[in-house]
Every structure is written in C-alpha cells, then in structure tokens.
C-alpha cells in the first residue's frame, strides 16, 4: 500500500473520530444546557404565574427577566422542553431549532403570556464549541492536503525511478525544491548519470571484445579446413563453434539490460513459429505442436521467441524420449519433455553459467536470457515435474 493510500487511511479514521465526538459533545452540551436553562425559566414561569392575576407584577417579572412578548399565534415548530397542566391553565417552556431564544407559554383562564427569553450565554458558549470543532476539522483537512502535495513528488521519482530499472538509464527527476525531496532528486540523478556511464562503458566494452573475437574465430573456422587430420579438425571445429555460441550468448544476455522492448501484438501460433523458425532441428517430428487455444499475445515478438527457442533447445537437449510437446491454452504456453526431475531448485538453473549436468553441451546460459527476457516482460515461468514429465510453464496473464 502506498504512503498516500496510508495517510488518507488515517484521515479518514481521525475524521471519523472528531466528528463522532464533536457530535457527542454537542448532544451532551445542549441537553445539560437545555435541562440548565429549563430549570431557571421554569421558576420565572412559575412565579409569573402564581402572580398573574396582579398584572402590575407580571409586567414587573416580565421587565425584570428582560422577557418579550411574542404573538400567540406564532405557531412555528418548537420543541417542547417541559410542560405543566395546572387546574385552571399551564406552563410550557418550548425551544425554536437553530435558535438562542426559548418561548415561554403561560395560560390561566382567559390570561395567556407567550414570551420570548433573553439570548443565553451558555448557548453562544456552545455554539463557539462547535465552531472550534468544525474549526478543527478544517485544519485537519488542511494538514491532509498539504501532507498530499508534500508527497506528490514521491509519484514522480517512483516513476522515475522505474523507468530506470527497466532500461531507461536516461530517466532523470525534475524536481528543485529545497526539502528532502529535492535531495533526493539530485541524488538520484548523480547516481544515474553515474550508472548510465559505467553501463555504456561495458556495453561498448562488450561490443568491442564481441567484435574482436569473431575476427580470430572465423579465422580460425577458415584454417580448420587446411588441416588434413579429421579427428584434430573435428576437435577444433567444435572449440571454435563454442566460443562462437558463447560470444553470441554473452552478447544477447548483455543487450538484454540495455535494449527497449519493440511491443506489439501478435497470436500464440505466430510467436511458436518464429521461435521455431530460429530453432535447428534434425527432424519435423521431434517436437509435437498442440494449439488448444490460440490468444493474444502483447510483447516484443523476437525477445519472446528467443525465450521459447531457448526452453525448446533444452527441452530437446535434456529430453530422455522424443518427441518433445510444445502446448498453447488459456493464456499460457507448456513445453514439456520426459525425463527426470530437476536435482536443484528451478531458480538455481536461471543464473547464468548453470546447467543439470557437466557433461551436457551448452555454457548454461538459456535459461538465464530466458529469465531476462521473461522478467523484463512481467511475465511468469514456472517449473514442475509430474508423471515423468519436465513442464516448463510461461504465463502471459
């Protein structure tokens, strides 16, 4: 998960929890200051209407509370804190939503006072604790929004910093601030431009020694044949064409961290015919072609059929009864062989110069520019063994 996801997470959950409790504090406000406030205007109540028929002193209480008149027939939607029936009349305290002000009713006979209180200082108190609460909440989405544009560079330098790993050595970040971010940016980059120029070295180094050795090779190919002893010619033949396959496999595995993918799309049948287009077999019937079902495949045609030309070269290098089975289903294509199961884990086999047995021709390279080519795909390749079989399976889903 990444830090963002993580930050809005925890937003989330410290929302959440102020507003719960900025609503839990407001509901325990407002009923202790209802029940206060009730309280008190229920003795002015009362004393008004134990006085009401001196109308002298009803309007003396009425001045003296600084209460105001209000029409009886305001018939707004109130909220009825406390109501009293007397023999011959009432008392109801009521209180207006959204409003600092309650309404005091009280009737005796044909007498009626409908009076508006005073605004309460305990309830502006509890207004300004609700402001601060929201209050609160505002910074805390402040605090989040600025955390979020503190970390938007880090979106930059991962992609950045992934472009690099797959072969962009030319990728660098563009961001000039003078926080951490910023260092991190020039340090990246020192160490890109570091790394792009020890990766040119060895590819021109490479090259070079590439270039150099099919020189002395081909020539030597070219003085085998004035050698009359066959068996001295034959044993030579085959050092030259081994450091020659050597050189080319090196080469390839090299190109491999360097070179950019040509992506496009293609079926499974095409990619097994251009792999076996580049594969030398001795008979037709050797491999055995199962096409179940034949999907799409987005990826750089000839990297790939170099990995299934390699699988299928050690297929038929290792294989203990022929014919070998190449096989194409639900997004995966199996290239299976008989014989014995592998002695070492399947990774051990995809480092370079690592092969089952000494005595097997090749340098144990195929299944490392297998990997390679695979990995820099974001394809899988996995390995089982079962009834006999050797099943190697690349998964393009």
């Known amino acids: 998960m990444s830090i963002i996801k993580k930050i809005s997470i925890l937003f989330l959950i410290s929302f959440t929890l102020m507003s719960i ?22 003795k002015i109540s009362n004393e008004i209407f134990q006085n009401i ?19 009886a027939q305001d018939k707004k939607n109130r909220e009825l804190l406390y109501y009293e029936k007397h023999t011959f009349g009432f008392i109801s305290i009521k ?3 959204f409003e600092d002000e309650f309404i005091i009713e009280i009737n005796f006979l044909d007498e009626n006072y409908t009076l508006k209180t005073p605004d309460e200082e305990n309830i502006n108190d509890k207004l300004k604790l609700n402001a601060l609460i929201f209050l609160d909440i505002i910074v805390l989405f402040l605090i989040f929004l600025y955390l979020l544009k503190l970390l938007s560079p880090l979106k930059k330098i991962t992609k950045k910093i992934e472009n690099f790993s797959s072969g962009n050595f030319n990728s660098r970040i ?11 940016s020039k340090a990246f980059n020192t160490m890109a431009a570091s790394l792009e120029g020890l990766i040119k070295s060895r590819e021109e ?8 050795l ?27 064409s081994d450091l020659e396959v050597l050189t080319s496999e090196l080469i390839e595995l090299e190109k491999l961290n360097s070179t950019e993918l040509n992506i496009s799309t293609f079926s499974a049948e095409t990619l097994i015919t251009e792999a076996l287009s580049k594969l030398y077999i001795e008979k037709e019937s050797n491999i055995t072609l199962l096409i179940e079902e ?24 290792y294989a203990t009864e022929l014919p070998i089975t190449i096989r194409a289903s639900k997004q995966k294509l199996y290239v299976i062989n008989r014989g014995k199961k592998l002695s070492k884990e399947f990774e051990y086999y995809l480092e370079p110069f690592t092969q089952e047995l000494s005595q097997r021709d090749g340098f144990g390279l195929g299944l490392s520019i297998v990997s390679k080519i695979i990995n820099k795909h974001n394809f899988s390749l996995s390995y089982f063994h079962k009834n006999e079989e050797n099943i190697f399976c690349l998964d393009f889903s």
């Not at 409790?21 to 229920?42: A, C, E």
């Not at 180094?205 to 150099?212: A, K, S, T």
């Not at 099919?214 to 030259?240: C, H």
């Not at 990297?303 to 030309?309: E, H, T, W």
Request: no cysteine; glycine share 4%.
């Open 21 to 42: 409790i900025g609503f839990w504090i407001d509901t325990i406000n407002s009923k202790r200051i209802d029940d206060l406030i009730k309280d008190k205007y229920l």
């Open 95 to 97: 209180k207006a939503s």
């Open 53 to 71: 028929d001196n109308k002298d002193r009803v309007e003396s209480l009425i001045n003296k509370y600084d209460l105001k008149r209000v029409d």
């Open 214 to 240: 099919r020189t002395p090779i081909a020539k030597g190919k070219f003085l085998i044949q004035k050698i009359e002893d066959s068996e001295q010619k034959e044993l030579l033949e085959k050092i030259f």
């Open 294 to 317: 034949d999907f799409k495949i987005d990826a750089d045609l000839h990297y790939l059929s170099i990995a299934i030309k390699n699988l299928l070269d050690n297929a038929l290098k």
């Open 174 to 184: 563009d961001i000039v601030s003078n926080d951490e971010m910023g260092t991190l």
């Open 205 to 212: 180094l490479l090259r070079d020694i590439g270039h150099e």
